[in-house]
């Protein structure tokens, strides 16, 4: 059997100590702030998880770049070269081209490469959702499953990645095209926090409205007890916009419903704080369906 590399994007959201331990090959995407790039590394080592935030409240207005073709091929090229093949897991194609410049990528070193395979799975996930799923794939490869194994496992386990979050700032979703401005105007006037989930073709999709933030975060807990799978067994992770405080009070409400042991936290990284802004709180779990 072949041995291979599980890569992925740094839209993952693991901590770095994590995505280390399972071996992940990561790809960082970029983002432009006050005239200058940065890579969105997973441990901040370019720009600081505060640093960033404290940038955005004080209304800095990050622009976001995917990988492109060329540089899935220079990190891709040198684990082919070492005769290893790759299983690529990528954010959703509903949010960003990342998932194409992979598949262009990873055909153009199967021509290049004929005794390897370059495999990519669209994750239809984002932030720790595709953390998790990234996660769950990994835990496959450790029982020694085949790089097919582990797709065809990817493919069937996608579905069942639940991502639901809230953000605090109706603004930021009002510049992506999530809420109209007068929505943005009256939510915010009225306190009123959107609940969104990422749907079975990864997209943004508004569920709910909420009347204030602490009904906002026990509303995700309330979406995970309507389905999550074994709570017990599966990992939770959450990811925050520089709000740890309210991270933990969310994580002490699924340990008090759950009982859930495992509860990974962590920062939302700044491509995709960049579309949320500071305060957005997201919650994902396996379960029946999305």
């Known amino acids: 059997m072949s041995d291979y590399v599980i890569m992925t994007d740094s839209c993952c959201d693991l901590p770095a100590d994590l995505a280390e331990e399972l071996g992940l090959a990561v790809l960082p995407l970029r983002l432009e702030l006050e005239g200058r790039e940065y890579r969105n590394l997973l441990d901040g080592s370019e720009i600081g998880f505060q640093e960033f935030y404290g940038k955005v409240r004080g209304g800095a207005m990050p622009v976001t770049s995917a990988v492109n073709v060329g540089e899935f091929d220079a990190a891709m090229r040198p684990i082919l070269e070492a005769g290893k093949d790759i299983l690529c897991l990528c954010f959703s194609s509903a949010l960003s081209t990342t998932y194409q410049s992979a598949v262009i990528a990873a055909k153009e070193l199967e021509e290049a490469f004929p005794e390897r395979k370059v495999r990519v799975a669209d994750s239809l996930c984002a932030s720790m959702g595709q953390g998790l799923f990234v996660w769950l794939c990994a835990q496959e490869k450790k029982k020694g499953k085949t790089l097919e194994e582990v797709l065809d496992f990817a493919e069937g386990a996608k579905g069942n990645v639940c991502h639901w979050f809230t953000v605090d700032d109706l603004n930021h979703l009002k510049r992506g ?91 939302v990284g700044p491509v995709i704080g960049s579309h949320t802004g500071a305060g957005v709180m997201a919650l994902f779990f396996v379960g029946r369906s999305r």
């Open 177 to 267: 095209g999530r809420v109209s401005a007068a929505a943005a105007l009256f939510g915010t006037m009225l306190s009123v926090k959107p609940v969104l989930h990422v749907d079975d073709q990864g997209r943004l999709i508004p569920m709910e409205k909420c009347r204030g933030r602490k009904a906002s975060l026990l509303a995700l807990a309330d979406h995970m007890e309507k389905t999550a799978v074994d709570p017990e067994r599966y990992p939770v992770f959450i990811s925050h916009g520089d709000c740890p405080e309210e991270a933990e009070f969310l994580a002490e409400e699924i340990r008090r419903r759950f009982g859930t042991k495992d509860i990974r936290i962590s920062y």
